[in-house]
């Protein structure tokens, strides 16, 4: 029996099939759906097992073709879960990685971000002198400026905050606040000095109104009642009084005055910061 071929026709129809078929499997890249998962946990707000991702694409990445937008991605997905140590860690080493200076100094500003963040304000001030001396023909001065002044905030020093604001396009309403909230924080060297020549008049300047009240009662009367009896030539009585009552309402009125002058600038500064974290809409660390 004659065994019959397929024809020409037919072999080529099915040749353009299977390719048609097979074609999306070849061009998959098995790394690119690792990374494609990875940012869409990202984008979903699953920090978390974004990061498991990230690292696992990682491992499978001999070429390090994905290495600067996996470790940029890790940094900040450590950031917004506010594990801010290993956020700084993985920003270091996408500037390391990073492909071009626009990914690098990204990665430098959100490294500079999340210290002030948290509030290792000393080393968000240098990495800001590093970027301000490295800065090309003063690009990007703008936005250090304006960084600046977030450092000098986080730093709970507003008039340099409000003197950085003052010199970023973009810093006008946050230097207002910072020079409201300075003028209206209390001088914990004044509420000390005034203590020191009128016992109680520290604790009255920072509002403890009935505190400082007290304190200029006992150290008028402690202080009676030790020159009355130097006077009675009752020297180890006046000795007594003095060290056991003037001296020591004298010093704790000194010391509430700078102790309350500290928790009210404390409090001014954290209604601030909590202003600005609820009304503020321009960009925040």
Known sequence: MERKFPSIKLLLLSAAALLIFFSPLRGQNPLQKQFDMAERLYNEGLYFDAVTEYKRLQFFDSLKQYEYASDFKIAMSYKMGGMFDNAILYFVKAEKSAPSPKEKYESEIQNIRTNILRK??????????????????????????????????????????????????????????????????????????????????????????????????????????????????????????????????????????????????????????????????????
């Open 120 to 285: 290792t304000t000393p080393r968000a001030l240098e990495l800001l002198a590093k970027l301000e001396a490295d800065s090309v023909n003063g690009s990007n001065l703008d936005e250090i400026h304006y960084w600046k002044g977030w450092a000098y905030m986080f730093g709970d020093d507003f008039a340099r905050a409000a003197l950085e604001f003052s010199l970023s396009a973009q810093g006008e309403e946050l230097k207002n606040i910072c020079l409201a909230t300075d003028a209206g924080k209390y001088s914990v060297t004044f509420a000390k000095v005034i203590s020191y020549i009128l016992p109680g008049a520290g604790e009255i300047y920072t509002g403890n109104y009935l505190q400082g009240i007290l304190s200029l009662g006992w150290n008028l009367a402690s202080g009676y009642w030790m020159v009355s009896s130097f006077a009675e030539k009752k020297v180890l009585e006046g000795i007594l009084i003095g060290d056991l009552l003037f001296l020591r309402f004298y010093r704790g009125n000194i010391q509430n005055a700078s102790k309350y002058a500290v928790e009210k600038n404390l409090e001014i500064t954290n209604k601030t910061l909590f202003y600005i974290q609820n009304n503020y809409r321009g960009i925040k660390p």
